[in-house]
């Protein structure tokens, strides 16, 4: 298990960018497929993004493709979100989410894959 942290969110007006990082505790980092997901009010867990363990795969949500990047550095532990473009419709609770993989090169999408999960940041975007 990893204990996972996110912090990065705030307030951006539409077309502004923001940066969010997750912070894991343990040394088995670089064994966990990662991903963001996020949250509206009144909507579903929503995927965002997933990085392979080593970081070689990723992939995106088509919302999100060609504006968000995600990385993630094994020797800090951490992994990262660069939102650029945002759009009102990014507004929502941020969550970074882990899963202890056998296959480094493994991608999970669905939520349901996850078994760790940080506490969420806030993303607002004004229009």
């Known amino acids: 298990q990893v204990q996972l942290v996110e912090s990065g969110g705030g307030l951006v007006q539409a077309g502004g960018s923001l940066r969010l990082s997750c912070a894991a505790s343990?040394?088995?980092?670089?064994?966990?497929?990662l991903g963001w997901f996020r949250q509206a009010p009144g909507k579903e867990r929503e995927f965002v993004a997933a990085?392979?363990?080593?970081?070689?795969?990723?992939y995106y949500a088509d919302s999100v493709k060609g504006r968000f990047t995600i990385s993630r550095d094994n020797a800090k532990n951490t992994v990262h979100l660069e939102m650029n473009s945002l759009k009102p419709e990014d507004a929502a609770v941020y969550y970074c989410?882990?899963?202890?993989?056998?296959?480094?090169?493994?991608?999970?999408?669905?939520?349901?894959?996850?078994?760790?999960w940080g506490q969420g940041t806030q993303v607002t975007v004004s229009s």
């Open positions: 989410a882990g899963k202890r993989t056998q296959l480094p090169g493994t991608i999970l999408i669905g939520h349901y894959n996850y078994d760790n």
């Open positions: 990085i392979s363990a080593t970081g070689g795969r990723t």
């Open positions: 343990g040394r088995t980092f670089n064994s966990y497929a």
